[in-house]
């Protein structure tokens, strides 16, 4: 099985969205990710058409996720990237050739067909099993909470500092 690297891009969003306090802009994101810009759109909007995420327009626009993270599932994302098609097509290759195996004899799917269901059937059964909110946890986990708290710091939009403040915003 082999998904496109919009996939890797649209999940890494989505769990540095459960950091964002506020909507969160593309370029921020592709900034964080250091990734084309363009590219990492399309994934969001792929998100968005999907009802993971949501524009929000304006000054303070950006994206951020429609709902609770533990409400969305790693196959939440991967199907709204790269679709919900079966990784495995079956052509009834047995149907062909010298040797066909006549229509009205294939009463069941091949072995073939059988095992390449079961592994698919799987592999979306663990998929849906990973929540984004069990994702930013394990994050946490393995970094300590410092990565959000980072996160959520260097997220915050860029402004022009008012009198007195300094450089409140910038990115550390």
């Known amino acids: 099985m082999k ?3 919009g996939v890797e891009w649209a999940l890494h969003c989505c769990v540095v969205l459960t950091a964002a306090r506020q909507p969160v802009p593309a370029a921020r994101l ?17 998100l968005a058409r999907a009802g ?4 929000v327009q304006g000054h303070a626009g950006g994206y951020a996720l ?23 097509q079956c052509t009834e290759i047995r149907q062909r050739g010298p040797l066909a195996t006549p229509p009205e004899q ?39 909470p410092q990565v959000f708290a980072g996160m959520r710091e260097w997220l915050l939009p860029l402004r022009e500092a008012e009198p007195g403040e300094g450089d409140v915003g910038q990115p550390a």
């Not at 993971?52 to 524009?55: L, V």
């Not at 709902?67 to 990237?81: C, G, K, N, Q, Y």
């Open 3 to 5: 998904m496109s690297g």
């Open 30 to 46: 592709a900034e964080l990710h250091d990734v084309s810009g363009s590219y990492l759109a399309k994934q969001l909007q792929n």
């Open 52 to 55: 993971i995420i949501h524009a």
């Open 66 to 88: 429609t709902r609770d993270p533990a409400e969305i599932t790693v196959l939440d994302v991967v199907e709204a990237v790269d679709g919900p098609r079966p990784a495995f």
């Open 106 to 144: 294939c009463i069941r799917p091949c072995a073939i067909h059988r095992a390449m269901t079961a592994a698919d059937e799987a592999w979306r059964a663990s998929l849906r099993a990973v929540t984004i909110a069990g994702l930013a946890q394990t994050v946490t986990d393995d970094n300590g």
